[in-house]
């Protein structure tokens, strides 16, 4: 059986075809693509909403059919739709929903909604052949958590983020400093510079009880150290590493 999986949450359009052919017994990845939506938001240091969805839309048809045809299936081999429901970006879940939902619809085949962060969480047993019980931690753009899989539908959240996710907090900084998007890449680069002993950054949560994170306090530490320097370039590397 294969499945047709469409992603639109965040800022990538991703489309794969998983399953098993007749002959095989654990599930696979027959075909994938992805379109990381860099040229739309590089100018604006993040994501967009708005043109997020704009370009699922553009960017499905192509991505779907580049899909099958690399697996080599065609629609009578799809047995199933799912689609990405949650959590993420409103305007691109609901085009991703509606996109699936119209594909369910008009070849008449079950569609399955998929929550983001389980997606995450159970990518192990896809692509590594991993069984539960196992710990993830999950560091997407818009989420930072420790999980414990239990089993398929079973979780444990052991911890996660207060505030910002860590992805927010690279791009945020990054904007800061002057750098393009996405941030962490950015910011890694800089840092390969740096001096790692002229600023002492704080490390939140550290000190108290559980496996909580939290971000927001060291977007605030890089801008007022960035202000005491004058902006300066030659700190910008300091204070990236």
């Not at 009578?76 to 085009?95: F, K, R």
């Not at 699936?100 to 085949?109: E, M, R, Y």
């Not at 060291?218 to 300066?232: D, E, I, N, Q, Y």
Request: proline content about 7%.
């Amino acid at each position: 059986m294969w499945v047709l999986g469409l992603e639109s949450s965040c800022d990538e359009t991703a489309v794969a075809v998983v399953g098993t052919a007749a002959s095989e017994t654990a599930p696979r990845i027959a075909a994938q693509q992805v379109y990381s939506q860099l040229p739309e938001h590089g100018p604006y240091g993040g994501v967009i909403p708005e043109l997020a969805a704009r370009a699922h839309y553009e960017k499905f048809p192509a991505l779907i059919s580049a899909t099958l045809q690399t697996a080599g299936l065609n629609w009578a081999d799809i047995a199933a739709i799912a689609v990405t429901s949650g959590p993420g970006l409103s305007g691109g879940l609901l085009m991703g929903l509606m996109y699936a939902k119209s594909l369910a619809w008009g070849l008449g085949k079950p569609l399955y909604a998929i929550n983001h962060l389980e997606g995450h969480a159970l990518t192990p047993c896809l692509t590594s052949g991993v069984a539960p019980p196992f710990l993830v931690l999950l560091v997407s753009g818009g989420h930072c958590q420790f999980i414990h899989v239990d089993a398929r539908g079973h979780y444990h959240l052991l911890g996660g983020t207060l505030d910002d996710a860590i992805g927010e907090a690279f791009d945020k900084t990054a904007k800061m400093l002057g750098l393009g998007y996405p941030g962490g890449p950015e910011i890694a680069r800089l840092a390969e510079s740096g001096n790692p002993e002229r600023f002492a950054f704080p490390r939140p949560m550290t000190a108290r009880p559980g496996l909580d994170f939290s971000f927001s306090g060291l977007k605030t530490h890089t801008l007022t150290t960035l202000a005491a320097t004058s902006g300066r370039a030659a700190a910008k590397a300091d204070i990236a590493r």
